[in-house]
């Protein structure tokens, strides 16, 4: 075989490697999102606190997934209260008011059209549908308005949400999105986020620095602000990568904790809420983060199965002869 045809053969060997690991990772990267837009109580009425993994808009649902999933087919998934860390803490419980709150995107969506909640698909993998809109009745979850109430007591002023990594993949935690109102005058106006790392308990947590590759230190302050007097209401798209000064991202299978802390009312009793809440962020291939991929995207290549690692290492190493003998 003349050097010619090696050179040709060789091309049309890289060629076909390329096109099937093309197929084998199609699809264009995007944001992910994991949020929830109601509320569910822990107990028999609405001040027992709120619980659940029942996140009901969920952008990475994948009915034939390639690869590790989570609950539900999905690669992330997110619980709040004693479903989110050791201590459980979760707030007052369920405000059914539908004269506040329950609006169109998670945080600032203003900042991104790509929050608005329409535009993010439900957990089953359906059209993205706002649940207890505002002025939606009747009240109340899963069908009516529904947002997370926080008064003045030290457990009822706290609540714990935690985001967890199902796929194979690293995933950048960029935002943590959420509405806040101050209810009132009397009301908490003051809300920090803190980091939880759950170090020896069940919900071990591991959100890490890009910069250092060490877990973000636990109660870690990420967000401190007070709204002023209220009523009151702000969307926050809250840039992890902007308090911490680097990515942070969750390895495959790892979670990341958080505790919502409101202060600063004037009596006791008062209310505060928090609606709207959703994580968002980005898969990559490795911890460099520099390679992003959509896992719902990723696919074998038709009619191969568990033939594909066959093939590409053939093509290699008959690539690898040709080339040896281009040599001699």
């Known amino acids: ?95 059914q008011n539908n004269a506040f709150l329950n609006g169109e995107g998670f945080g600032n969506e203003s900042g991104d059209p790509g929050r608005l909640i329409v535009n993010i698909t439900l957990a089953d993998g359906s059209p993205g549908e706002r649940i207890g809109a505002f002025g939606t009745s009747p009240q109340g979850a899963p069908n009516g308005t529904s947002s997370w109430k926080f008064s003045t007591s030290v457990n009822e002023r706290t609540g714990d949400i935690r985001v967890t990594n199902h796929s194979d993949y690293y995933f950048r935690l960029q935002f943590i999105n959420f509405d806040a109102r101050v209810g009132n005058a009397n009301a908490p106006t003051n809300l920090e986020i803190k980091y939880l790392a759950g170090d020896g308990t069940a919900f071990d947590n591991a959100l890490t620095r890009k910069d250092t590759g060490a877990e973000l230190v636990d109660l870690n302050n990420v967000y401190n602000n007070d709204f002023g007097a209220g009523p009151v209401v702000s969307n926050v798209s809250l840039s992890l990568g902007g308090v911490t000064g680097t990515q942070v991202y969750l390895p495959p299978g790892q979670s990341a904790g958080f505790r919502f802390v409101w202060t600063a009312s004037a009596t006791n009793g008062a209310e505060s809420q928090l609606d709207n809440i959703a994580f968002q962020g980005q898969f990559f291939e490795t911890a460099a983060l520099a390679v992003e991929v959509n896992p719902a995207a990723v696919t074998p290549v038709p009619g191969l199965g568990g033939a594909l690692a066959w093939l590409l290492s053939s093509i290699l190493l008959g690539f690898g002869m040709l080339k040896a003998r281009q040599l001699r």
């Not at 004693?82 to 979760?90: E, F, I, L, Y």
């Open 1 to 95: 075989m003349n050097k010619v045809a090696i050179r040709g053969l060789n091309g049309t060997l890289l060629g076909v490697l390329c096109v099937l690991l093309t197929f084998a990772q199609s699809g264009s990267a995007e944001d992910s999102f994991v949020g929830f837009q109601t509320f569910s109580n822990c107990g028999a009425n609405n001040n027992s606190g709120v619980c659940g993994t029942n996140a009901q808009s969920n952008s990475t649902y994948d009915s034939s997934p390639v690869g590790s999933i989570g609950p539900g087919d999905l690669y992330l998934t997110a619980a709040l209260g004693v479903d989110a860390s050791s201590a459980g803490r979760k707030g007052r419980g369920q405000n």
